[in-house]
């Protein structure tokens, strides 16, 4: 073989392989796709959880006031006045029982859920959820503002959703 025969090989094996730079280089734009696509799954996953959260807390919190309404309609069906039991106050309320309970403002008691249901009864799957239900009458006294509030927490971070409404003595 002559030395121009093996320069020209040399030449070529050297054209076909790749250099380490060229490797490293591919890894690192590799790895930083991976670490964009990786970075959006997370966001993905972080913002479904707080909309499914944020749209139970929705549903909780019109289940307050409606469970109040109730309270004030029951009030009427049996000759009651509308806000027998709906003193100022803030109370506690699930479906179980439509007799408020008196509550802390500062401490409510959280919502459980059993059989597909949220309810204060300890006995069941724990949500993370704690609703109150604020009153105050308003003047003249044939009004009363219901507000109800459903605080809970992602990774620590406290978040709530409070909704308001008035309810009035239409008999």
Known sequence: MSAKNTKHNLQSRA???FTIVEIITVLFVVSVGLIGVLSLIIKNIQSQTFNKQNLIAYQLVQEGIELTR???DTNWKIGNSYNDGLA????????QSLVPT????DNPPPLYLNGG???HIPNATSTGFKRSIR????DPPTA????????WAIRDIPYAYNLETILYDWR
Do not use: N, P, Q, W
Not at 144 to 151: F, G, H, L, P, Y
């Open 15 to 17: 054209r076909h392989g």
């Open 70 to 72: 109730e309270v004030r």
């Open 88 to 95: 100022d106050g803030y109370y506690s309320l699930d479906y």
């Open 102 to 105: 008196s509550i802390s403002a």
């Open 117 to 119: 249901y949220y309810s």
């Open 135 to 138: 009153i105050e009458t308003l």
């Open 144 to 151: 009363m503002r219901v507000t109800c509030t459903v605080a």
